[in-house]
C-alpha cells in the first residue's frame, strides 16, 4: 500500500530523473482493454494462427510484460482494479453485479483536477444508475453499454432471464453520455473504434484520457464475414474468436494512426492489457458445449480460476518519449498499477487518506528496475490467491475447465496449492508437503490480506 507521503517522495525522485521536457509537457494517456481474451492470443505472445500485427507493433513500440496479470479472473472486479488503483475488493467491487461506490477515485476523476479531458469508450460494467455511470465518474465523454455485455449488432442484453439470483428481461443498452442511442446492425467493435479515433480528433489539442475497453472478444460470438474471411482454415469456433480479435487489433492500429497523424504519439502513454484469460462458458461457444475458442498457453486454468489462466493475461506499455522499444520485462506488474502510473505522470496524486495498492511502473518500463510488488493477492469466491517470487499458493482452487473432472472446489490435499512458478508455470505440481514453510507462510500472508482489504 501507498500513502500520500511515499507517493510524494516517489514523485520528486521520477521528476529528477526526467529531462526538463518531460516536467512541463502534460503527457496523453490512452488505455486499451480486451475482453475475455487469452493470455496466449496474441502474436506477440506467440500464437500463430491469429494475426495481430497492429497490437505486435504496440508491444514493439515499448514494453511487453511477461508476468503481467490482472486483479481478478473476471470482468468486473477487473476493470474496478484498473479505474481506482486498487485491489477490487478494497474497491467494493469484488464479484460481478456491484458499482462502483461513489467514494472511489477514478482515472478520469483525478485527471480532471490536472486539467485532461475524459473519455471512455465501450464497456462499462460498474454501474448503471444515474450516480454510477461513467459521466458521473469523472468521463467527460461516454459512448458505449453498461452491463457485463451485450449483442454486437442490436446491442442487447440477453442473458438476465438466465440468472436465478437476478432475472432481468432482455434490454437495450447503447448510450452517448447518458442518452441511449440507436445504430442496430453497427457491429459495435468498429464502432467502438470511429468513436475512439472521434475522441483523439476532437482533444487533439489538449491533454486527454481515452479509456477503449472494448467488449471483444466476449461473448456473443459475433464477427462479419470480412474479418473471418482472414481466417479460413479454422475450426469455426476458432476462425470466430480470431475474426473478432483481428476486428478489434484492426481499432488498436486505427487509434495509433490517429495519434501519429497529429504528432501526440511520441508523447503518448498506451497500455494494453486483457480483463481477465479465456473463458470456457458455453455461451462463449458455438454448439452449447464449453467454448474452445480461447487459449491461455501454457497456464491452467480459464476465466473465474485463480490459476495463472484466470488472470495471467497480456499488458503492454508504450511511451515512445520516455520508454526504450523493443523491450520485454519479467517484472511482476498488475492492472492495478495502471492508475497510478498514470497519475503520477499526469500530477495528479490522490487525495490524503486514499490507500493505493497498485504502484507506479514506469521505472520499471523506462528505466528498468525491479518489480515494487513483493506479494501479490487474489480472491474470487471461495478461491484465495497469493504469488511471492516464483512460488504461488492458490487455496480451494477452481481450473473452470473444459471438462468435468477440470470444474469445481479442490478438496483435501489439492486445497491449498503450491507452486514454482519458474520451474512449473503450469502449476501442476503441487509442492505444499515439500516446502510447507512456504505454504504457511503464503497462507498466513492471505489471511492478513484479506482483514487489511476489508478494513
Known sequence: ????????????????????????????????????????????????????????????????????????????????????????????VG?????????????????????????LIGKWHLGDTPDTVPNARGYDYFY????????????????????????????HSLFRNREEIWEDGQYLTERITEESVGFIEKHKSEPFLLCVTFNAVHYPMHAPEKYKKRFP?????????????????????????????????????????????????????LNQQPATAGDNGVYRGFKFSLFDGGMHVPGIMSWPARIKAGQVSPEL??????????????????????????????????AGAKSPHGTIFWENGQQAAARKGRWKLVLKGNEYGRTPETRGEMKGDEAVWLSDLEADPSERRNLRHAHPEIADELQSAIHAWKEDTRK
Not at 458505449?144 to 434490454?171: A, K
Not at 475450426?235 to 490517429?258: F, H, N, S, W
Not at 497529429?262 to 481477465?276: E, I, K
Request: aromatic share 8%; glycine share 10%; hydrophobic share 40%.
Open 95 to 119: 464479484t460481478n453485479g456491484r458499482p462502483l461506490g461513489l467514494q472511489q477515485h477514478t482515472l478520469a476523476s483525478r485527471l480532471k483536477t490536472a486539467g485532461y479531458s475524459t473519455g
Open 233 to 285: 482454415n479454422l475450426p469455426p469456433e476458432r476462425q470466430t474468436y480470431a475474426a473478432m480479435l483481428a476486428a478489434m487489433d484492426d481499432g488498436v492500429g486505427a487509434i495509433r494512426k490517429a495519434l501519429e497523424r497529429h504528432g501526440l504519439l511520441d508523447n503518448t502513454v498506451v497500455f494494453f492489457v486483457a480483463d481477465n484469460g479465456a473463458t470456457t462458458e458455453p455461451r462463449a461457444g
Open 333 to 366: 506488474a498488475m492492472t492495478m498499477d495502471i492508475a497510478p502510473t498514470i497519475w503520477q505522470a499526469a500530477g495528479a496524486p490522490p487525495e490524503p487518506g486514499y490507500v493505493l495498492d497498485g504502484r507506479d511502473i514506469l521505472p520499471v518500463a523506462a
Open 1 to 92: 500500500m501507498m500513502d500520500r507521503r511515499e507517493w510524494l517522495a516517489a514523485a520528486g525522485a521520477l521528476s529528477a530523473a526526467l529531462p526538463a521536457e518531460g516536467q512541463t509537457r502534460k503527457p496523453n494517456f490512452v488505455v486499451i482493454m480486451s475482453d475475455d481474451q487469452g493470455s496466449h492470443d496474441l502474436g506477440c505472445y506467440g500464437a500463430k494462427d491469429v494475426k495481430t500485427p497492429h497490437i505486435d507493433q504496440l508491444a514493439h513500440s515499448g514494453v511487453r510484460f511477461t508476468n503481467w496479470y490482472s486483479c481478478a479472473p473476471v470482468c468486473a472486479p477487473s476493470r474496478a482494479a484498473l479505474q481506482t488503483g486498487r485491489y477490487p475488493v478494497r474497491a467494493g
Open 144 to 171: 458505449g453499454f453498461l452491463p457485463g455485455c451485450v449483442d454486437f449488432y442490436s446491442h442487447i442484453y440477453y442473458w438476465g432471464e438466465s440468472n436465478p439470483q437476478n432475472r432481468t428481461v432482455n434490454f
